[in-house]
């Protein structure tokens, strides 16, 4: 790992064991780039690397030197109106009316470690020796501004990490419209562009598309990164599957409005932008002010997507995750939601976490609806006390009760959202996102607290830290459950209205940084009607996310296939409830909803109580088998080995080893059964090809050379022992395997 710059060519090469990256200063003193992919051995220079060449209906900047042009070079982070046509990085409105900027080098500093970022969730070290920082320094002398470019490489993760911070050294104002975090050119555009697009209830399934000319993007303008787009983009080589072919990933470690886009030029180069979504932004910068965007990593791949996955599961896991809980084993939890809903008391809910201690969990959730006068969906959010009429002895009393059942006690909030009916609208009906003279849209009955004022976020702040103080709570599930609408501030100036939702964002990462700074005991789950704000910028304070409000198991076959894209199983909420599902009413057995519960955080969300003997002896065993496999599951290597995407009515199977590659543990699971079933055969991944394993349930045992390759065949003893069972719909297995030695 090592950063160099050569001062001859002024080129920068970061690399590790892996990976290069390659920066040259242009003539012209922007920055170019010539390389990002597999390592490549350093030379004294890279300057083969840099293409231009003249063209006819080209602009260039030197009136003798018509070769180069900014139409046509690669580029690390442009600017606009010096002869490129492409989408700048950075867009600045000025007191004079224009929008030409010009970021010219003046200086870099190379340091080891990785800095944090202001006021922003980010990637960190826990030793400078980690990782190297590269910051570059430009300025535009003309404005008095400079711009700040980072670029962090890993020792241990095959990642690029990029932000930019924009500083107003001048007294005039800057006015700016688009700040992108990382921009980065391709010398071609031969890719085909994955993203994870969906809805509330079928979040980031997989999307695949070919990259053309013109532009292509994902975005979200709702004041969230959304259901609807992830901020997460990857572009692979034509033919890249799985496990084998080159890939880029670029995932944004922000939990707000967002913009990822490739833009394929005439001469099929590719640009690639992610960062704040330009559209409705707008960040005025005084004179000594700065501006810090997110940040993007940027990960490269060449045994495909599952490798790809693989360096954001480990990066993530181990140094996005924070606090205790980032190594700490996850308590398996029920929740009460499905099981009452608003309908309960502190008997009824007494009398569900009994019957849940005696089958084995270990933490019970109490949801939506212990607060305020709150009977249904329409009142009392912001009002964060005790219903008396359902809990007479407050939370602190239901906690003890809980706690001395042997239970840990956990509890819902939704800190961000405001209801009409509510002590606190009444009180403060300023405190709403809002836009004067404009009506109010409702959204699941409630308005979005406006974030942005520091006075709400403290006065949220402390009705939550008086209760945790309070009561016994060692878990919080944060909600957040409509977007936002009439974006607006009654709080700040005309000039700085497009500042509201960024402003919001950054509201949020500040009340989480307090809560989590002052009970750092405490495990917080981030939820957002769902799945609906599972992004990087949230796990750094939220070690996991509730994935879907779709508990359905068929449904969350392609859910959390599509969420391990980027995300390790250890931060994915998943939960086994009730038959019929309660979102689709599906009917699915207890083993495939937990077989494909396992494969997350596992819980339970139905009411115990009305099991029976039989279901419960099974719940235990299941209990029981995640227990002994958790910690295994949540920091083994995921592999996903046949897609629900690709074969909606068939086989959808992943796996995870060890990181020792001693031990496997496989999902098998079929949606619809099939008439006269032949011979089935799996390949596996990830085991080591000189160990022999056993396979539960089989006599022979196998070397990891023969599963791999060959794969695990279902041969007529086994059909007629086992997969039996796949003669009807919605059925599933788990397959344990173990190095013999």
Not at 282 to 288: D, I, N, P, S, V
Not at 461 to 471: F, H, P, Q, S
Request: overall charge negative.
């Amino acid at each position: 790992m090592s950063i160099i710059f050569n001062e001859k060519t002024r080129e920068f090469h970061l690399f590790n064991d892996n990976i290069s990256y390659i920066i040259k200063i242009f003539k012209n003193e922007q920055l170019g780039h010539l390389y990002f992919g597999k390592k490549v051995r350093h030379r004294e220079s890279f300057e083969h690397l840099l293409k231009t060449r003249q063209r006819a209906d080209t602009p260039y900047p030197f009136e003798d030197d018509p070769t180069f042009s900014l139409d046509n070079v690669l580029q690390e982070y442009p600017t606009y109106g010096t002869s490129d046509f492409r989408e700048p990085a950075v867009h600045i409105w000025q007191e004079d009316g224009s929008r030409i900027t010009n970021f010219k080098y003046k200086s870099y500093r190379i340091f080891n470690g990785k800095p944090k970022l202001k006021e922003l969730p980010a990637v960190y070290v826990e030793k400078a020796e980690e990782a190297v920082t590269l910051e570059i320094i430009l300025e535009d002398t003309y404005i008095n501004a400079e711009l700040y470019l980072l670029y962090t490489i890993f020792e241990e993760y095959d990642t690029v990490v990029r932000s930019a911070r924009l500083v107003n050294k001048g007294s005039q104002k800057l006015n700016i419209e688009s700040v992108m975090s990382m921009s980065v050119d391709f010398l071609d555009g031969e890719f085909e562009m994955l993203h994870l697009s969906g809805v509330w209830a079928r979040e980031r399934e997989l999307k695949v598309r070919r990259v053309e000319q013109g532009i292509q993007s994902v975005s979200s303008t709702r004041g969230a990164s959304s259901a609807v787009q992830n901020p997460f983009m990857a572009l692979k080589r034509y033919g890249t599957k799985e496990h084998n072919g080159e890939v880029y990933g670029f995932s944004l470690v922000y939990s707000g409005s967002f913009l990822a886009q490739v833009e394929m030029d005439y001469d099929r180069q590719a640009r690639v932008s992610m960062g704040i979504n330009p559209f409705d932004f707008k960040w005025l910068l005084q004179g000594g002010e700065e501006f810090q965007t997110p940040e993007v990593v940027m990960v490269y791949s060449d045994k495909g997507l599952n490798g790809m996955s693989h360096i954001y599961h480990d990066l993530y896991r181990n140094r996005l995750i924070r606090g205790v809980w980032r190594d700490k084993t996850r308590p398996i939890l029920i929740n009460n939601w499905e099981a009452t809903y608003f309908d309960f008391d502190e008997d009824k809910i007494v009398q569900i976490a009994k019957t849940s201690k005696e089958l084995g969990l270990e933490l019970f959730v109490l949801d939506d609806g212990w607060f305020g006068k709150r009977n249904n969906d329409k009142s009392s959010l912001g009002d964060w006390f005790a219903n008396g009429e359902k809990l007479p002895n407050g939370i602190k009393g239901l906690a003890e009760r809980i706690v001395e059942l042997g239970m840990q006690f956990g509890l819902w909030f939704e800190p961000e959202m405001i209801s009409k009916n509510s002590m606190l609208y009444e009180k403060h009906p300023d405190w709403v996102l809002c836009v004067k003279g404009r009506n109010k849209s409702f959204g699941r009955n409630q308005y979005v607290l406006d974030f942005s004022r520091k006075e709400v976020v403290n006065y949220i702040y402390e009705m939550m830290a008086k209760i945790l103080k309070d009561a016994q709570i060692t878990y919080i599930k944060w909600d957040m459950n409509r977007n936002m609408t009439e974006i607006g501030s009654l709080a700040l100036p005309a000039e700085r209205q497009g500042e509201v939702a960024h402003r919001y964002i950054l509201g949020v990462y500040s009340l989480y940084e307090r809560l989590t700074s002052e009970f750092p005991h405490i495990l917080f789950e981030s939820c957002a009607g769902g799945g609906g704000r599972f992004d990087p910028g949230l796990l750094y304070y939220a070690p996991q996310t509730w994935t879907s409000d779709n508990t359905d198991a068929v449904e969350r076959l392609k859910i959390q296939y599509g969420t391990s894209m980027v995300y390790p199983l250890s931060c994915m909420g998943s939960h086994v409830s009730a038959s019929p599902n309660h979102q689709i009413l599906r009917d699915t057995p207890l083993e495939t909803r937990a077989n494909t519960a396992y494969f997350g955080t596992f819980g339970y969300e139905l009411d115990v109580n009305k099991l029976s003997e039989e279901e419960k002896e099974e719940v235990r065993a299941q209990i029981k088998f995640f227990k002994e496999y958790r910690e295994f599951i949540h920091s083994g290597d995921f592999y996903r080995l046949l897609s629900p995407f690709d074969r909606e009515d068939e086989f959808t199977a992943w796996a995870v080893v060890s990181k020792d590659k001693q031990e496997a543990l496989v999902g098998l699971y079929q949606v619809l059964a099939k008439a006269n079933l032949g011979f089935f055969k799996l390949r596996l991944v990830g085991l080591n090809p000189e160990y022999e394993y056993i396979v539960e349930g089989r006599e022979e045992t196998y070397f990891g050379d023969e599963l791999m390759n060959i794969g695990l065949v279902f041969n007529k003893q086994y059909i007629e022992e086992g997969i039996k069972k796949f003669r009807k719909d919605f059925t599933s297995q788990l397959i344990k395997i173990k190095s013999k030695f």
